[in-house]
């Protein structure tokens, strides 16, 4: 009788037993400033709303696989033309899987820039899938050539852009992403994780290009317990998408609080807003100190380079501070750190512990 350690390297695909787990570190009573949450809850009116609401739910029941209402708010909130609908996903997370999967003929190239959102590549491996990172200029701009020569060489079949990027932080150039669009033979998604940090959309253009969906989350506008993600685009592009959908992929609970939060979106913009005044305040602080480069950035964190950054990571971890270490995880991330934007006192409290920690290690 084998082993079960036998079994398992004989029986999983080798592509997944070379992979590391995606990695969630433990945060219990730190200042977690790792994961581009909103460190505001809903103010104490709204929580109870949303206990009433949740108190009545037929959680007996399978979720509405076609919430209509929740869809009917989010369409008319981007002002969705006909013919554009909505596919909701548990996290855009899954949406990404459902694209991936939809598209992954024996063969076919899922092409990103690098570096980027991390599980782009990951679910291509997932699925057995090619995957292309074409490098991003030195300044993390869009590196047009390289990109055009990916494109006509690889003929990817689905492209993302994350519009802010992450980890990097920056909007790319509408005019190079529309040169993108244009040129690809490829379905194109803008991935607006952080749209409500930045400045512009995808979503208008929807209706000039066959070939672009939009993706955005709620996970970062202050609901990322609920994982609800959603594409928008052309009913003909999604209708298919649905098919791979798995039936009941968005739990009761969160389509009714999101819905009920979604009738609330100026609070969650406002406290958005918050965020994007101080992301600035943040980032002349940091910029202030002496060895640190700080990212202008259009998302809910900011992306510093300085040397010895994982000793660095490390002596705020030590203080109850957590942040996200890049050095190690791409060449062009070498000495980089990211953080998110927290609460006034938790960035006070990241930048104490940031001031003590490079003191110290002077
Ligand atoms: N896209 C980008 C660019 C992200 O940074 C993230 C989260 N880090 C996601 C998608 C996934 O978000 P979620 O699955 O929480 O919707």
């Known amino acids: 009788m084998s082993s079960i350690s036998t079994l398992v390297s004989q029986l999983v695909r080798p592509e997944i037993l070379a992979l590391n787990a995606y990695h969630v570190p433990v945060s219990a009573g730190m200042v977690k400033l790792d994961a581009m949450e909103n460190p505001y809850q809903v103010p104490q009116s709204l929580r109870e709303e949303i206990a009433a609401v949740v108190s009545g739910a037929a959680i007996n029941r399978y979720p509405d696989p076609n919430p209509l209402a929740l869809k009917r708010k989010i369409a008319a909130l981007l002002q969705l033309k006909s013919g554009m609908s909505v596919l909701l996903g548990n996290g855009s997370d899954e949406l990404i899987q459902l694209l991936a ?216 971890k030590q203080r109850g501070v957590l942040i996200k270490n890049l050095h190690g995880s791409h060449p062009m991330l070498q000495d980089c750190l990211r953080v998110t934007v927290g609460t006034p006192e938790e960035n006070r409290r990241f930048l104490e512990a940031f001031n003590e920690t490079i003191t110290q290690l002077a």
């Open 101 to 316: 999967m939809a598209v992954n003929k024996p063969g076919t190239t899922l092409l990103s820039v690098e570096p980027s959102f991390v599980m782009y590549k990951m679910i291509a491996t997932f699925l057995g899938m090619r995957y292309v990172g074409v490098p991003l200029a030195q300044d993390f701009s869009l590196d047009m050539s390289a990109m055009l020569a990916a494109i006509e060489r690889d003929k990817p079949a689905l492209i993302f852009l994350a519009y802010p990027n992450n980890p990097t932080g920056n909007a790319f150039s509408a005019a190079d992403i529309k040169q993108i669009i244009a040129a690809a033979p490829s379905l194109v998604v803008v991935d607006e994780a952080y749209y409500a940090f930045a400045e512009d959309s995808f979503v208008p253009h929807l209706a000039e290009y066959p070939n672009l969906l939009v993706m955005r989350t709620f996970s970062k506008l202050g609901m990322a317990g609920l994982r609800l993600g959603f594409l928008v685009g052309s009913e003909l592009w999604l209708n298919e998408l649905e098919k791979l959908r798995l039936p009941y992929n968005v739990g009761v609970l969160p389509q009714l609080v999101a819905e009920k939060l979604l009738d609330h979106h100026d609070v969650l913009l406002a406290q958005a807003e918050q965020i994007k005044q101080d992301r600035s305040l943040l980032l002349q602080e940091l910029s202030a100190i002496k060895g640190v480069k700080v990212y202008p950035s259009s998302a809910n964190f900011l992306l510093l380079r300085v040397a010895r950054a994982k000793e660095i990571f490390e002596g705020l």
